[in-house]
């Protein structure tokens, strides 16, 4: 017999043989067996779970084990039905008790089934004892791969870290069963990115290997394997990416591209002007990168540097205005410092830099440039035309020293006062100057170079007036002084002071005293009280209105001018009639008074007679202005309105027939006054003539001119000359008959046909006399 067939009876005497609960712990340390089959000696089966192989075959029926009661004779009396999960379809069992897989097993899906088994006596069909149960498990074989879920994986780590320095972790996992042998077990291996990394085989940590610069390479890209079986032959394998970038530290200080800039700048350019850029590199990144560039030496007065933070450019500027004349050409030192220092590689060496910019003034044709900012100039008031002022010198910077000419602006009085030679500045006045009228004058000069007109400077020229004593003291008002008849002497009566129009160098200072023609025949005393002021007082006691009504009291007042002097001002002083206290109204009624001669009687009697003329002119002025009114309402009723026919010219009023026309008037008729266009001059004069032999009445002369627009802006009533009024007839007519159309032809000898050329003013008119003359004819 051979080992295979031994082997193979063997088990099957384990399989018919009941089991202890000792065999059952043996037997379940046996991995290697395909099913175990156990029962107690109780009446309830327990049995040892079954173990099925994944991935087999359903095309045969793969045999698992055999379930065995205790009460099989093995007459084939029993027979088993088993139910639970996949019970007839996919687990089936046969009469002996054989359990067999028909369908293939994936232990990823499902890893366990649970079944119950039970014999039943195949006469009665009744179960010969209880229902077991029992598991069949799947065991794992390995068919499944490494797989890395996170990939693709990104990593960032900083330039120049030490070896051994963690940079990520990368995580594989499997299908397969991790606690049934090693299928699930992985192991990390690293196919790209010697030298500079490694990879733990058990965790997937990713160490740096070495150093690294980013200045030199700042990407990688790492590629790391996992192998299940730990890495046995037959295992399975998965890859993975890592992209590792190095961040930047700042490990770089900067670097100027050139040791040497050339610059220009015109001298003409204001102060802020670009001069000019420096460029410092750093190979480092972001702020690492930032710097502050700086100007070393005496050179910082004239030029400045400031940073452009967006392209770290050191821009150069004009700090103050540089002359081309003065200095031709300037040698900076310009420093840039990295703005933020690691202190792990300062002892590599300072991060600055340091490089020399020079830099040319360029020449420009430049305004002419003056002595002095501004002139102060002194001249005394009252000095005569074409006294000097003072001069003013500017001159052409440029080296072809370019001549200029000087003129003066801003003010057109200005240059009345003043005149400057235009070729050497000198200012000299034109008039005499008053120092109370003004006492400084601003003018201002330019100056112009003769071969560009453009090229133009100004400056000031403040000029003052100094003062001379040209003004003699005066008092500054006038002064009504008064005196009672019965003051005493010494009494005080008035105080007097003084004012000048100079300017004192100091302070001015008045001297008061009597004049000399009146220090030995005066009433009255001068007395100054050295304060600029002074006394007027009595020099005896009495005085009467009746003898002198007034003093004229001359006062001399001195100042202290250079040179000094006086004036005389006259004080007038007035008596009054009054008691101690002097009443200042009373007194300038008695003053005028006695300079009209006349007493208070006399002018009391004069108001009363003025005060009744007008009375009496008042109530005429009313009388008059009654009548007027009560007579002109008389005469408008008398007054009418008549068509004359004359028959035979020259009889006076005897040969007029006079007709009412106020019947003809109809009341529809609305005259307004229309302006008429042409007045003849025959009707005015007529006019004229009815006012000079007229009664001398401003009634009836009024009342001739209302008739007479009348007749003028009325078309539809007759002409002027036909209309008479008899009101105010006198005793005859010195005029005779006032028509115009008075002749010594008849109406037969005349022709009418020129008033219908005279315009619809007269067409009523002419209308009346052709009829006329067709009915004569």
Same mark, same amino acid.
């Given at each position: ?16 043989? #009941?089991?202890? #609960? ?58 088993? $039905? ?23 097993? +994936? ?6 089934? *649970?079944?119950?088994?039970?014999a039943i006596n195949k006469s009665t069909k009744l179960p010969v004892e209880p229902e077991s149960e029992f598991i069949i498990k799947v065991r794992d074989v390995n068919d499944h791969e490494p797989q890395f879920l996170d990939g693709p994986y990104m990593a960032i780590v900083p330039e120049m870290s030490p070896e051994g320095t963690s940079v990520t972790r990368v995580t594989a996992t499997d299908g397969d069963d991790p606690s049934y042998g090693n299928n699930a077990r992985l192991l990390y291996s690293l196919i790209q990115g010697q030298p500079y990394f490694s990879v733990e085989p058990k965790t997937g940590v990713i160490r740096m290997a070495s150093q690294m610069d980013r200045e030199t390479k700042d990407q990688y890209l790492v590629i790391i394997q996992a192998k299940d079986m730990v890495g046995q032959a037959g295992a399975f394998s998965a890859t993975a990416t890592v992209t590792i970038n190095l961040s930047d530290i700042n490990d770089n200080p900067p670097k100027f591209q050139q040791r040497l800039y050339y610059m220009n700048v015109s001298e003409e350019a204001p102060v802020g002007t670009t001069v000019g850029k420096v460029f410092a590199e750093d190979s480092d990144i972001g702020e690492n990168a930032a710097m502050n560039y700086f100007i070393e ?19 150069? /500027? ?52 003056? *002595? ?6 002194? =001249? ?20 072809? +020293? ?7 602006? @801003? ?11 235009? @070729? ?16 400084? $004058? ?110 004229? &009291? ?7 001018? =250079? #040179? #000094? ?8 002083? *007035?008596?009054?009639?009054? +008691? ?25 009697? =004069? /108001?009363?007679?003025? &005060? ?43 040969? *007029? ?121």
């Amino acid at each position: 017999m051979n080992c295979s067939a031994l082997l193979s009876l063997m088990l099957m005497l384990v399989q018919l043989w #009941p089991c202890s #609960p000792s065999m059952q712990n043996r037997s379940t340390q046996n991995t290697d067996q395909s099913f175990t089959a156990v029962r107690r000696v109780k009446r309830s089966w327990v049995w040892e779970p079954f173990f099925a192989t994944e991935e087999q075959t359903s095309v045969v029926p793969v045999y698992v084990g055999q379930l065995k009661s205790d009460l099989d004779n093995q007459d084939d009396n029993l027979e088993y $039905h088993l139910t639970g999960e996949g019970a007839g379809k996919i687990f089936i069992i046969d009469e002996k008790g054989k359990i067999f897989v028909t369908e293939k097993l +994936d232990r990823e899906k499902k890893s366990f089934y *649970t079944l119950r088994a039970q014999a039943i006596n195949k006469s009665t069909k009744l179960p010969v004892e209880p229902e077991s149960e029992f598991i069949i498990k799947v065991r794992d074989v390995n068919d499944h791969e490494p797989q890395f879920l996170d990939g693709p994986y990104m990593a960032i780590v900083p330039e120049m870290s030490p070896e051994g320095t963690s940079v990520t972790r990368v995580t594989a996992t499997d299908g397969d069963d991790p606690s049934y042998g090693n299928n699930a077990r992985l192991l990390y291996s690293l196919i790209q990115g010697q030298p500079y990394f490694s990879v733990e085989p058990k965790t997937g940590v990713i160490r740096m290997a070495s150093q690294m610069d980013r200045e030199t390479k700042d990407q990688y890209l790492v590629i790391i394997q996992a192998k299940d079986m730990v890495g046995q032959a037959g295992a399975f394998s998965a890859t993975a990416t890592v992209t590792i970038n190095l961040s930047d530290i700042n490990d770089n200080p900067p670097k100027f591209q050139q040791r040497l800039y050339y610059m220009n700048v015109s001298e003409e350019a204001p102060v802020g002007t670009t001069v000019g850029k420096v460029f410092a590199e750093d190979s480092d990144i972001g702020e690492n990168a930032a710097m502050n560039y700086f100007i070393e030496g005496d050179s910082s007065d004239a030029f400045d540097i400031i940073t452009n933070n967006e392209t770290q450019e050191g821009i150069i /500027l004009l700090k103050k205005r540089v002359d081309y004349e003065s200095k031709r050409r300037y040698s900076i030192e310009a420093k840039v410092v990295n703005r933020y220092i690691d202190d792990r590689f300062l002892e590599e060496g300072p991060f600055e830099d340091k490089t020399i910019v020079k830099i040319n003034v360029e020449d420009a044709d430049e305004p002419p440039v003056f *002595t002095l900012d501004n002139y102060v100039m002194e =001249i005394a008031e009252g000095a005569m035309s074409g006294s000097l002022v003072g001069v003013v010198t500017a001159r052409d910077p440029d080296d072809d +020293d370019c001549p200029v000419r000087y003129s003066i602006v @801003h003010g057109v009085h200005l240059k009345r006062l003043f005149s400057i030679n235009e @070729h050497n500045g000198t200012i000299i006045t034109t008039k005499p100057l008053d120092r109370e009228i003004a006492s400084w $004058h601003n003018i201002t000069v330019t100056a112009t170079e003769t071969r560009n007109p453009e090229k133009i400077s100004e400056v000031n020229v403040y000029i003052q007036v100094l003062d001379v004593n040209d003004h003699a003291p005066e008092f500054p008002r006038y002064y009504e002084t008064f005196v009672c008849e019965n003051a005493v002497s010494g009494q005080l009566i008035q105080s007097i002071s003084a004012v000048d129009q100079d300017d004192s160098a100091e302070s001015h200072r008045f001297y008061f005293s009597l004049a000399q023609e009146a220090t030995n025949n005066s009433h009255f005393i001068v007395k100054d009280n050295k304060d600029n002021t002074a006394g007027i007082f009595t020099a005896k006691s009495g005085f009467r209105r009746q003898e002198q009504f007034s003093f004229y &009291l001359p006062i001399l007042i001195l100042d202290n001018g =250079i #040179p #000094p002097l006086t004036s005389t001002n006259t004080l007038t002083i *007035t008596v009054c009639d009054c +008691d101690t206290k002097v009443n200042t109204f009373y007194c300038r009624y008695g003053a005028f008074m006695y300079s009209m001669g006349l007493s208070t009687e006399a002018l009391v009697a =004069i /108001l009363a007679c003025i &005060l009744i003329l007008l009375v009496f002119f008042l109530a005429i002025v009313a009388i008059r202005q009654q009548r007027k009114k009560s007579s002109f309402s008389e005469k408008m009723e008398e007054f009418r309105e008549n068509i004359v026919r004359y028959d035979d010219e020259g009889g006076g009023e005897e040969d *007029t027939e006079a007709f009412d026309i106020s019947a003809l008037r109809t009341h529809t008729v609305m005259r307004t006054h229309k302006p008429r266009k042409k007045v003849t001059t025959e009707i005015h004069s007529l006019y004229r003539q009815s006012l000079q032999v007229g009664p001398d009445s401003a009634v009836f002369r009024q009342f001739i001119s209302e008739k007479l627009e009348e007749a003028n802006t009325d078309p539809s009533a007759p002409p002027y000359d036909s209309l008479q009024t008899y009101a105010f007839e006198g005793t005859g007519s010195l005029a005779g008959s006032l028509s115009s159309l008075g002749s010594n032809m008849s109406d037969a000898d005349q022709s009418y046909d020129y008033l219908t050329d005279w315009g619809p003013q007269f067409k009523q008119l002419a209308s009346m006399y052709t009829s006329h003359r067709s009915v004569r004819d």
